[in-house]
C-alpha cells in the first residue's frame, strides 16, 4: 500500500506540473486565425480592426467580438510597388517579398502605415522594407484601399535633421535591426497635437526609447519630405518600443526587448508630459505583445500576440502551409487597470 500511494503522488505531481505548464501556454483571450504574426493594428469601428502580419503584405480584418477567421482581407502588394516573384506553376504568380510592416495609426478617416525601414534578419538591405503610406478605413471593411503614394525616404529625412544626429541613425542603418545599435521601427500612434508619433524599437539611446512626431504624414503619403517635431526619449526600463497607442487622452505604450531577448514586454501608460508609468500587466508573461486595438468608443483595450514563432503541432506558427492552422492570440485590459 505504501508503494501504491507514492506512485499515486508521483503521478499525481506530475499530473500537476504538466497542468501548471499547459496553464502558462494556455490562451488567455481571443484567438484569431488565418495568421500567425500580428503587429500594427488599426481600429475600423468599436468591434473590428484592420490588422497587419510583418510576414506578408496582407492587411485582415478581424471582429473582436467574434474572434476566428478574417472577415475581409487585401493584399497591398501591388500597390506598395512591390512584384510578386515568378512561380514555377505556369500561370501562377509566386509570393511578393515582405514589406515587414510594424506599425499602424487611425488618423480621422484614414490609416496610417509603417514598415520596420530596417536591414533584414541577414544584415541585408531590402527597398521594400522602407515604406511609410497611408489607406482608407472603411468600417464596413469591404473596400481598403492604398491613398497617395508610398513613401521610401523617412530615415533619410531623420538622418538629414540635425536634432536626430546624436542618435547616428545613419550608422544604426547599416546594422540588423536586433543588433545593438540597430535600427528597427515598429510603433506609429495618433498624436494628440497632430501628426503621428514614431516609435523606435532600437536603438535605444542611453537606454531610452526613441520617439520621433512626424508632422506632416498626409503631405508625406502626397510626395513631400518628412517634417520632424524635437525627439522623445522614453523610460521603459531599458526597452524598446512594439507599439503605441493614443487612447483616452494618454498613450499607451508596448514595450519590449530591443535584440528578442528574453525580457518580459510590458505595458506602460504615458500622459504625454512625464515619466510613463508601469501598468504591471502580469498577464502579458508568455505572449509576444506587438499590436494594440484600442478604440475610443471601448472602455478596455485588446492586445495583439506576435505568435509566429509559437509551436503548433511541432512546427512555428509562421512556417506552416496550411493557413487554417495559423492563429495569433489576444488579451483584453481594463481600462480601469490603465489609470
Known amino acids: 500500500m505504501q508503494w501504491h500511494r507514492g506512485f499515486i503522488g508521483i503521478i499525481g505531481g506530475l499530473f500537476a506540473a504538466c497542468s501548471a505548464h499547459s496553464a502558462a501556454v494556455s490562451p488567455k483571450g481571443p484567438i484569431f486565425r488565418g495568421m500567425c504574426d500580428a503587429s500594427g493594428a488599426v481600429p475600423l469601428s468599436e468591434t473590428t480592426f484592420a490588422v497587419a502580419d510583418d510576414e506578408d503584405n496582407v492587411i485582415r480584418v478581424y471582429d473582436a467580438e467574434r474572434p476566428g477567421t478574417p472577415v475581409a482581407s487585401v493584399d497591398l502588394s501591388l500597390s506598395l510597388g512591390v512584384m510578386h516573384k515568378r512561380s514555377h506553376k505556369k500561370g501562377q504568380l509566386g509570393e ?63 538622418i538629414q ?95 519590449g526587448a530591443s535584440d528578442g531577448g528574453d525580457a518580459p514586454s510590458q505595458l506602460f501608460v504615458w500622459n504625454g508630459r512625464d515619466a510613463p508609468r508601469n501598468a504591471h500587466v502580469a498577464e502579458l508573461r508568455g505572449l509576444n505583445p506587438e499590436g494594440l486595438f484600442a478604440p475610443a468608443a471601448r472602455a478596455n483595450v485588446l492586445i495583439l500576440s506576435d505568435d509566429g514563432t509559437l509551436e503548433i503541432g511541432g512546427d512555428e506558427c509562421k512556417e506552416l502551409k496550411d493557413a487554417t492552422k495559423k492563429s495569433f492570440r489576444g488579451l483584453w485590459i481594463d481600462s480601469r487597470r490603465l489609470e
Open 161 to 255: 535633421d540635425p536634432r536626430y544626429a546624436a542618435f547616428g541613425l545613419e550608422r544604426a542603418s547599416e546594422r540588423p535591426p536586433k543588433q545593438p545599435g540597430g535600427l528597427n521601427l515598429e510603433g506609429l500612434s495618433e498624436r494628440a497635437e497632430g501628426g503621428v508619433f514614431v516609435g523606435f524599437r532600437n536603438p535605444l539611446p542611453e537606454g531610452k526609447a526613441l520617439l520621433a512626431p512626424l508632422l506632416n504624414p498626409n503631405e508625406v503619403v502626397e510626395g513631400s519630405h518628412a517634417a520632424f517635431g524635437p525627439p522623445v526619449l522614453l523610460d521603459l526600463g531599458g526597452l524598446g518600443i512594439r507599439d503605441i497607442a493614443y487612447w483616452h487622452g494618454r498613450y499607451l505604450v508596448l514595450a
Open 96 to 158: 511578393a517579398p515582405e514589406t515587414d510592416i510594424e506599425g499602424a495609426a487611425r488618423v480621422g478617416d484614414r490609416a496610417f502605415w509603417i514598415t520596420s525601414h530596417g536591414l533584414n534578419s541577414s544584415g541585408k538591405r531590402k527597398p521594400e522594407r522602407f515604406r511609410f503610406f497611408a489607406t482608407s478605413a472603411p468600417s464596413d471593411a469591404s473596400s481598403l484601399t492604398v491613398l497617395g503614394r508610398p513613401y521610401q525616404e523617412l530615415i533619410a529625412d531623420l
